[in-house]
């Protein structure tokens, strides 16, 4: 399973934006790059993937380097509510999920 | 509605027990997965089933087996319970598989064996 590096933890302030490094010097050229999160006492949520463009959806964006062995998840202003485990995860086509130790988030009002 | 539902949320039992959970997905997906929480908060696929068809059995001992009766419902039944059983476990399901699909996961079962 290809291998993710992500921070044990990150802080930030309430209503700043959050940048969530990930690394992934071993990606092969089919892997896609996925970010869930888990808050407290729940099970893990889907926030963004993406294969080689950068992508936005409602609750994030997702940047790709352009030689894709780094990523970052943009939590464009943080609230409370995204204080939660961050996990970076490469999937080959057709395979599982492997959740690394992720990133935990805290927030600060 | 909740998409991907499990019960019970709680279980406590005494070593040597069987016991079973239950998951079930109105989602109308065809690929179901159960998902292991240890103490130490990894996250380790057990099983993965795609229309009643086991794809993935990781490395979990004989005494977990996974029944799927339909493509809606993937129960996991564990016999002989050790203490090392205990952790929360998370049913999920997919369209397809992971790939390029999200998953969506139930708010899990936390399992604790006395």
């Known amino acids: 399973d290809a291998k993710t590096t992500q921070p044990n933890s990150m802080e930030s302030n309430e209503e700043e934006p959050v940048h969530l490094p990930c690394n992934h010097s071993?990606?092969?050229?089919?892997?896609?790059i996925h970010w869930y999160r888990q808050l407290p006492s729940q099970g893990p949520e889907y926030v963004i993937h993406?294969?080689?463009s950068n992508v936005n959806n409602r609750m994030a964006s997702l940047a790709i380097a352009e030689d894709r062995k780094s990523s970052t998840l943009i939590l464009h202003r943080a609230t409370l509510r995204d204080a939660a485990v961050y996990y970076c995860?490469?999937?080959?086509?057709?395979?599982?999920?492997?959740f690394g130790a992720g990133t935990i988030l805290r927030v600060k009002s | 509605d909740t998409a991907v539902s499990q019960t019970p949320k709680y279980l406590v039992t005494q070593m040597g027990n069987d016991k079973s959970i239950k998951c079930e997905q109105n989602?109308?997906?065809?690929?179901m997965y159960w998902y292991k929480q240890d103490s130490k908060k990894f996250l380790k696929i057990m099983f993965s089933?795609?229309?009643?068809?086991?794809?993935i059995n990781e490395t979990v001992p004989n005494r977990f087996s996974p029944k799927s009766p339909d493509k809606a419902h993937l129960n996991l039944h564990i016999n002989s319970l050790e203490l090392g059983d205990s952790a929360v476990y998370f049913c999920?399901?997919?369209?397809?598989?992971?790939?390029?699909?999200?998953?969506?996961f139930g708010s899990g079962t936390q399992l604790s064996v006395l």
């Open positions: 071993t990606i092969s050229g089919t892997d896609y």
């Open positions: 089933y795609n229309n009643k068809e086991l794809i």
């Open positions: 989602l109308g997906h065809d690929t």
């Open positions: 993406g294969l080689t």
């Open positions: 995860i490469l999937v080959e086509y057709g395979n599982k999920l492997v």
């Open positions: 999920a399901s997919s369209s397809h598989g992971p790939t390029n699909e999200k998953l969506f």
